[in-house]
Each structure stands twice: as structure tokens, then as C-alpha cells.
């Protein structure tokens, strides 16, 4: 016998032994869950005629309890207000405080701004602009302005043991090798001969 040809008697259908067996157990389940329920019902008592005064204790009864729900309810609300109180609190007070450290830090920040600015203006009478950019930025390469090499070339010029006894000190002053580039391509200074 061919499961894939139909028998001329029988009648098409699309479903599948397994899924007859779960139809069938359904229905038994359902005959089942029948029979208990005449069970239970025969073996209850009569029901009884409830009065009107009880109907209002039931509902009395169960307003006090949605009352309490309530209560309890608010009472979370009113302890959730208070952690998120202090919290508030807390945040506040840190706030301040960070707004005062703010504050302070401005006021060092012009106490700061003001004493620079007051040393360069102090050394602004000994040092040239460029000298005193120099002291500032450390030992960044600067590019040596005219009047900072003619300066530069004048002390030179007068001690060549004290420009170098200066240099090795750190004062800011441009390399020998500066001034000797600035005078061969300018000849800034006749007669003043620029050695190593």
C-alpha cells in the first residue's frame, strides 16, 4: 500500500495522528473537569439569602481595607519624600561648597594674574619684551628680535666673558652663534668682531 495515494473511499484531511490524540485528550480533560464540578455542586450547601445590612458590613469592610492600602501607600510616598528631601539636601550643601572653592580659586587665579603682571612690569625696566617672553616660555626656541640682538651685541661688544658668565646663568640672551649670524648678514657692528 502506497501513504502517499489516497484510497478512493477516504476523505482528505490535514491532520496528523498527533495532533488526533491532543483533540481527544482535550475533550476527555473537558468531560473530566464536568463531572467534578456536578461533584462539588451536589456536595455544597444550600446558598443563602444575604441580607441588606450585610452587604453594607461587606462593603464597609472592604473600604477599610482600600483605606488601609491607601495609608500605607501615602506613608511609602511620605518616606520616599524624605529620603529624596535629605538628598536634595545633601546636593545642595555640595553645590555650595563647590561654588565656594570656585569662588576661591578665582580670587588666587587674580592674585596670580595681578603679582605677573607686576613682575613683568618690574622686569620690563631690565629685560626687553622678547627677553622677558624668553624667561616665560622656558627653553622654547624663540626668534630673536632686532632690538633684543642689538642689545645683545652691545654687551657682547663690552665683555664677551661676561655675556657668556650671563648666558650660563640663564639670563635670556640670544647664542653667540645668533649674534654672529645677525652680524655678518646685517654688519650691524664694524670693528666688533663676534667669536666662539
Request: proline letters at 4%; one cysteine or more.
Amino acid at each position: 500500500r502506497n501513504p502517499t495515494k489516497l484510497l478512493p473511499s477516504a476523505f482528505p484531511t490535514l491532520t496528523t495522528a498527533a495532533a488526533e490524540a491532543t483533540e481527544r485528550q482535550k475533550r476527555m480533560e473537558s468531560r473530566s473537569k464536568k463531572e467534578i464540578l456536578k461533584t462539588i455542586l451536589k456536595n455544597t450547601a444550600p446558598v443563602e439569602v444575604i441580607q441588606e445590612d450585610e452587604v453594607r458590613q461587606a462593603f464597609q469592610t472592604v473600604g477599610e481595607e482600600v483605606i488601609d492600602e491607601k495609608d500605607e501607600k501615602i506613608l511609602h510616598l511620605e518616606t520616599e519624600i524624605q529620603r529624596l528631601n535629605s538628598l536634595v539636601s545633601t546636593l545642595n550643601k555640595c553645590k555650595n561648597e563647590q561654588l565656594e572653592e570656585i569662588k576661591r580659586l578665582k580670587i588666587s587665579l587674580k592674585i596670580a594674574e595681578f603679582h605677573r603682571n607686576n613682575l613683568e612690569q618690574k622686569l620690563s625696566c631690565i629685560f626687553t619684551n622678547g627677553q622677558i617672553e624668553k624667561l616665560r616660555d622656558g627653553n622654547k626656541r624663540r626668534n630673536w628680535k632686532e632690538e633684543d640682538i642689538a642689545m645683545s651685541i652691545t654687551l657682547y661688544s663690552t665683555s664677551p666673558k661676561a655675556y657668556k658668565l650671563l648666558r650660563s646663568n640663564n639670563f635670556p640672551l640670544p647664542g653667540v652663534r645668533t649674534l654672529q649670524w645677525w652680524s655678518k648678514k646685517y654688519d650691524i657692528a664694524p670693528g666688533v668682531k663676534i667669536k666662539n
